[in-house]
């Protein structure tokens, strides 16, 4: 008897060799309907089309780190030229006498962006880019000092001590232990009248009828600062570095801050109090004052006064007011200077906390005629300069 019995009703199923992985047939089913998995007997199984590969992930990387790395390349560059070509700490304020009483400081990069400044002064420079003998005298005072003026001024700081001497100090990237030096070769090669080298100052006299006299001390101090004065003692009392600016409360920031002690509100007082009783009584009941031009299309002048021992900040912001409106009526009948005039007109006294404060809008257009004035001044007083040096030369 045969080991296995088949019977005839049911036909074999044929035997898939060709691809032994493939699922077998589910019972009752149709090969014809068999997916494309599961196809009969004598048929090659059809395999799926392989996916497309995907984008290298490596070359997306290199990508990211160049990119990431070019950044860090820039920021770097944008740091050094920064930190070495244009940042600057303050170093002028450090050099105010010590018995200054008013003291203005002028931030040059951001004077140099006010309209009226870029367009009456600045043309002044171009000039005397085409002017030969300018432009020749410009180029010796770069070689002799190693400063190029402009650019490498950040402030300047005029300070005086009666309102008699002065002193005015430019701070920058200006290289140290040349400038006096160099101001003395530029002086010899051009044949000035009058200098001569003391020490470590240079003195230009002038002569002020049957006087002579210093009418320019230069200096420069350890850390590079330039101290230029109208005489030998408040230079010298300008050349050692002190903290005398936190003392009169002078602002940091701004285009243009200043200060002012009692000891020039006292001064002030006795200069005004003939023609205005009411200022001169009013000033000395101010200990010290400070404040800030701001620039730009709308110019603004914010100043803080501090009450004299004794006094009150509301009765002080009162009086101020009150003086402030007496001052309308004056220069309403006084020529305008630099837009003063509408700038009282919209000035502002009032108390905060223990100080009084003042704010106003200075007119721009005021500004705008202050420097057009300035500016062709200074333009005179150049050419005459230049004339009379040229004069002995030409002459036969």
């Known amino acids: 008897m045969p080991d296995t019995l088949i019977e005839e009703e049911e036909p074999i199923r044929p035997t898939v060799t060709d691809d032994p992985a493939a699922p077998a047939p589910a019972p009752g089913g149709d090969p014809a309907e068999a997916g494309p998995g599961e196809r009969g007997a004598g048929e090659q199984r059809e395999r799926p089309p392989a996916a497309p590969p995907r984008p290298g992930r490596p070359r997306a990387a290199a990508c990211l780190l160049a990119a990431i790395a070019l950044l860090a390349l820039l920021a770097g560059a944008a740091l050094g030229v920064y930190f070495f070509f244009w940042r600057y700490e303050p170093t002028a304020r450090r050099h105010i006498p010590g018995d200054a009483n008013i003291v203005i400081r002028l931030e040059t990069a951001e004077l140099a962006l006010f309209g009226p400044v870029r367009q009456h002064f600045l043309p002044l420079l171009d000039e005397s880019a085409s002017d030969a003998s300018r432009a020749s005298r410009k180029a010796r005072l770069e070689a002799a000092t190693g400063l190029d003026f402009p650019s490498d001024l950040r402030e300047i700081v005029v300070a005086s001590t009666d309102a008699t001497s002065w002193v005015a100090l430019a701070g920058g990237r200006i290289p140290k232990d ?37 009418r320019a001390v230069i200096g420069q101090a350890d850390d590079g600062t330039i101290v230029l004065g109208t005489d030998v003692e408040i230079v010298s009392a300008a050349l050692p570095a002190s903290d005398e600016w936190q003392r009169l409360d002078l602002p940091e920031q701004g285009p243009v801050t200043f200060a002012l002690t009692s000891a020039a509100w006292s001064g002030a007082a006795g200069v005004v109090s003939a023609v205005l009783p009411r200022a001169g009584a009013l000033f000395r009941r101010v200990d010290h004052a400070s404040g800030a031009l701001t620039l730009g299309a709308e110019p603004a002048l914010a100043m803080r006064l501090a009450p004299a021992s004794g006094e009150a900040a509301a009765a002080l912001a009162a009086d101020t007011q009150a003086l402030l409106g007496s001052l309308k009526l004056a220069f309403a009948v006084l020529p305008d200077v630099a837009g003063a005039r509408d700038a009282l007109e919209g000035a502002q006294a009032l108390a905060q906390g223990d100080q009084v404060a003042i704010q106003t809008r200075w007119p721009y257009e005021g500004l705008d005629r202050a420097c057009a004035d300035l500016a062709q001044r200074v333009e005179r007083a150049t050419r005459a300069a230049l004339d009379a040096k040229a004069a002995p030369s030409a002459a036969p």
């Open 178 to 214: 040349r400038f006096v030096a160099g101001m003395e070769k530029v002086a010899r090669d051009e044949g000035w009248e009058g200098w001569r080298r003391e020490g470590d100052l240079l003195i230009v006299h002038g002569t002020h009828g049957a006087l002579t006299r210093p």
